[in-house]
């Protein structure tokens, strides 16, 4: 049920977006690094910290007039958490395609601020220990972030930071200890714009 709603909330944002007359739209490529946890998270005998991972994909941003805009995106993400004690160390990996849907205000000189909901969708299996765990599949977050943008060149440098929403562990996990806990993800991206762009209308 709270997915059902979830996309019909981003479908409408989409939609919304998509039918503005002043709305100029812009396609790109978007990519970077990932630095992840798993916030709550306890694993029999492990200390668990953080692991560095990468993001790509593309975007669309629908320009609603000289400093605001709405850009849904799609990127794949290879998160998660990195398990350590003093004999050992091992990557919990998990890999998403993530949806991100973020308002973004901004100003005149090229500086962003940006924010917005996301859902993530985890993509193959999880292992600890060569033993297989159960996590749920679905994610949501909230992200905020800001950044630069050359408004006629159209690359971009931005950092953003993801907020679990909704826990991700099972109840039925083997080595993890807890189900409550959830995803965090600092994100440092670059991304070119390819097509539309220009002056926008006032």
Do not use: C, W
Not at 34 to 59: D, K, Q
Request: charged residues 15%; without cysteine.
């Amino acid at each position: 049920m709270k997915k059902s709603f979830l996309a019909a909330g981003v479908a409408a944002i989409l939609s919304l977006a998509a039918t503005q007359t002043q709305a100029q739209v812009s396609l790109g490529l978007k990519g970077g690094a990932n630095v992840s946890n798993l916030n709550g998270l306890t694993v029999n005998n492990f200390e668990t910290n953080a692991t560095v991972g990468f993001h790509i994909g593309g975007y669309a941003a629908f320009n609603l007039g000289r400093n605001f805009a709405i850009q849904p995106e799609l990127m794949y993400s290879t998160q998660g958490a990195k398990l350590e004690n003093s004999t050992s160390s091992e990557n919990l990996k998990l890999n998403y395609f993530n949806v991100p849907v973020m308002a973004k205000f901004i100003t005149n000189s090229g500086f962003y601020f940006e924010a917005g909901p996301q859902v993530g969708f985890r993509t193959g299996d999880v292992t600890i220990n060569s033993s297989q765990e159960d996590l749920k599949s679905g994610d949501f977050s909230v992200a905020g972030g800001l950044g630069f943008v050359g408004k006629k060149q159209g690359f971009g440098l931005g950092a953003r930071y993801n907020v679990g929403v909704s826990k991700i562990g099972d109840a039925n996990s083997t080595a993890i200890q807890n189900a409550d806990y959830k995803n965090g993800v600092l994100q440092i991206s670059l991304y070119m714009r390819l097509f539309g762009g220009g002056k926008l209308k006032k």
